[in-house]
């Protein structure tokens, strides 16, 4: 039996001990088998009735509130009809109510020597402190799983980038330049006359009549 199967059990337990109590069952009593003897039941649920008509409204109510509260339903029902040993067997655990004669009689606590006897209170005791130590496992790992996830998602996240503001460069307005229109005559560069000056051409005059001389 795994641990989760035999804490359902223990809870199973626990709501037919409790209507034990409401009904007034007498000297209450869980037995935790010897996993060795105990054959296929894990518990014993023993109480003892005052009359047959309360041993049956006890074994009614238990089979009645398992069924409605959780959907179980016992494998066998043995001595319904007569009253004095009435056996619910729902496999995990046996349900036996009593009356007080006959449970001194047949005297099972005495036969399980090997199992444990708790008292209901004992009994809730011990499944509460289960459960929470099972509540405290569960959340353990559930934190455990969230801190790489959280150290993931960390570095997935990029650092932000000090953001710059750009300064919008100045606009520089250049000046149009009017470029000439192609049909525009250039102007004809008027020649300039070399000047001659009047002494110059005197000595040249003189200069070729010497020559004609010497001829």
């Known amino acids: 039996m795994t641990t989760e ?3 359902q059990t223990r809870i199973y337990v626990q709501t037919a001990a409790a209507v034990c109590e409401d009904k007034k069952g007498v000297d209450t009593r869980i037995l935790e088998l010897d996993p ?3 054959g296929l039941s894990d518990f014993f649920l023993i109480t003892s009735a005052t009359n047959d008509r309360q041993a049956i409204a ?3 109510e238990i089979e009645d509130r398992l069924k409605k509260n959780f959907g179980v339903f016992p494998n066998s029902v043995e001595g319904r009809r007569q009253g004095q040993w009435i056996l619910l067997d729902y496999v995990d655990f046996v349900v036996h109510v009593f009356l007080a004669d006959r449970r001194a009689f047949y005297d099972i606590e005495r036969l399980r020597k090997s199992a444990r006897p708790l008292t209901p209170a004992e009994f809730d005791a011990e499944l509460k402190a289960e459960l929470a130590a099972k509540t405290l496992a569960v959340r353990k790992k559930a934190s455990a799983k969230k801190v790489p996830a959280i150290k993931a998602a960390v570095k997935k996240i990029p650092a932000k980038k ?3 503001k750009k300064v919008p460069a100045r606009r520089v307005s250049a000046r149009k330049t ?3 229109k192609a049909g525009a005559k250039k102007k004809a560069a008027k020649p300039v006359m070399k000047r001659t000056s009047v002494t110059g051409k005197a000595r ?3 200069a070729a009549k010497a020559a004609k001389k010497k001829k």
Request: proline fraction near 6%; charged fraction near 20%; avoid cysteine.
């Open 162 to 164: 000090a953001s710059v």
């Open 5 to 7: 199967t035999r804490q």
């Open 58 to 60: 006890i074994a009614d």
């Open 204 to 206: 040249a005059g003189k």
């Open 36 to 38: 060795i003897d105990s």
């Open 178 to 180: 009017v470029a000439p």
